[in-house]
């Protein structure tokens, strides 16, 4: 995910070690913030495209941009208007 967005000229921060509901990825591209929540089929407990009761904690709480929920990298590029 990080390398796709990159080579569409992203710069990415990482913070998936915040924890606490808080969203994988910090990107910005255009000028533009985004915050990202990458979902996968890792998380074999619940279902791939569910938020935790953190994230929604958090999301809830959240006043600034909105978070994207993606599960490819073909999916964050296209959310962010680079496909």
């Given at each position: 995910m990080v390398e796709a967005l990159r080579a569409c000229g992203c710069s990415v921060y990482s913070l998936a070690e915040c924890g606490?509901?808080?969203p994988d990825?910090?990107?910005g591209v255009r000028g533009q913030t985004w915050l990202i929540e990458v979902?996968?089929?890792k998380n074999t407990h619940r279902r791939a495209t569910e938020?935790?009761?953190?994230q929604e904690s958090w999301h809830a709480r959240?006043?600034?941009a909105k978070v994207v929920i993606v599960h490819t990298p073909a999916e964050a590029l296209a959310a962010l208007g680079l496909a």
């Open positions: 606490d509901g808080v990825l910090l990107v979902k996968s089929d938020l935790t009761p953190a959240w006043r600034g």
